[in-house]
């Protein structure tokens, strides 16, 4: 079983950044995929971005802005925010597969197999 743990949410004022960590640990596992989703009230939980054995991706609202890095020795994903708008604020959950993801796939969060709590991220106008 493998658990994650988010941190680094908060409340930002526009423009300003932030970035979030996500630690996992568990015995015996093997992480082929980790990212991050977002949910903001109302609406569907969104793929934010990925790290897919090395290969990465971004929901195009934002790219450009937001990048995401993994360090394996930690087990740890990263996601540094800049820029950020009033429209990033949502609940923001660490996910991780442990099965292969096709590029077609990732997107879904049916891909994911464990989840974060979810962390809170606030920009203010």
């Known amino acids: 079983q493998v658990q994650l743990a988010e941190s680094g949410g908060g409340l930002v004022q526009s423009g300003g950044s932030l970035t979030l960590s996500c630690a996992a640990s568990g015995s015996g596992f093997r992480i082929n995929a980790m990212g991050w989703y977002r949910q903001a009230p109302g609406k569907q939980r969104e793929l934010v971005a990925v790290n897919n054995l090395g290969v990465t991706d971004f929901a195009d609202a934002v790219k450009g802005r937001f990048s995401i890095s993994l360090d394996n020795a930690k087990n740890t994903v990263y996601l540094q925010m800049n820029s950020l708008k009033p429209e990033d604020t949502a609940l923001y959950y660490c996910?991780?597969?442990?099965?292969?993801?096709?590029?077609?796939?990732?997107?879904?969060?049916?891909?994911?197999?464990?989840w974060g709590q979810g962390t809170q991220v606030t920009v203010s106008s």
């Open positions: 996910a991780a597969a442990a099965y292969l993801i096709s590029a077609r796939a990732v997107s879904r969060t049916s891909s994911y197999n464990y």
